[in-house]
Every structure is written in C-alpha cells, then in structure tokens.
C-alpha cells in the first residue's frame, strides 16, 4: 500500500496569521539546481491502460523510475511507495525549510 507525503509549511509558527507557503517560483529555482530532477506539466502513468494528470511536477529520476514530486497549492506531494524516496523528500523538506507529514 502506498503512503502518501507532504512537504509543507503548514506546521511553522512565524508570528503571522498563516503559514508561508511553498510558491511554484521557490520550487522552479530549487529543483532546477538538482540535476536528477526534471519540470514538467504533465505526469503520464502507464499500465494496462494510459492516464495523464495536468499539473506541476518535479520528476525525479531514479534508475529507470520516474517519481513525482508534485506542487499543489503551497505543498508539495510525493508518494512513498518506492522507499529510496523518503531520504530525498527529507533532504527536500530541509531545504525548503519545511516539514514532512503524512498526506
């Protein structure tokens, strides 16, 4: 069963009504500095059948897999079905100065 994550903010207490989000700006320039990632507004999933999700993904590469991170209103989500990914998410989540949690 897969586990789905948050990379947020949300948790954060800085003094102001809401938390900071996470702009696509802010993750267009970070993931653009880490060469196993790519940008793109489209994930595609094949199986048995074929299905195409619009949206703002960050793929990130791992061997022949291709995992999306992906911004979604000032979060970003990513899936923790492949465990290689958890490390990366963590490092993510440092960077951007957030906070990891169950989606």
């Known amino acids: 069963m897969s586990q789905l994550y948050r990379i947020t903010r949300a948790f954060q207490e800085n003094g102001e009504?809401?938390?900071p989000e996470i702009s696509l700006e802010e993750c267009k320039a970070y993931f653009a500095s880490k060469p196993d990632f790519?940008?793109?507004t489209?994930?595609?999933?094949?199986?048995?059948?074929t299905?195409?999700?619009?949206?703002?993904?960050?793929?990130?590469?791992?061997?022949?897999?291709q995992i999306p991170f992906r911004?979604?209103?000032g979060d970003i989500y990513v899936s923790g079905t492949n465990k290689a990914v958890?490390?990366?998410m963590m490092e993510v989540a440092g960077d951007?100065?957030?906070?990891v949690a169950e989606a």
């Not at 489209?42 to 059948?49: D, E, N």
């Not at 951007?96 to 906070?99: E, G, K, T």
């Open 17 to 19: 009504s809401e938390a």
């Open 96 to 99: 951007l100065r957030a906070d």
């Open 42 to 49: 489209v994930f595609t999933v094949k199986g048995q059948t």
């Open 71 to 73: 911004h979604f209103q």
């Open 86 to 88: 958890i490390p990366i």
């Open 38 to 40: 790519t940008y793109t």
């Open 51 to 65: 299905m195409s999700i619009e949206g703002e993904f960050f793929m990130w590469s791992f061997g022949e897999a």
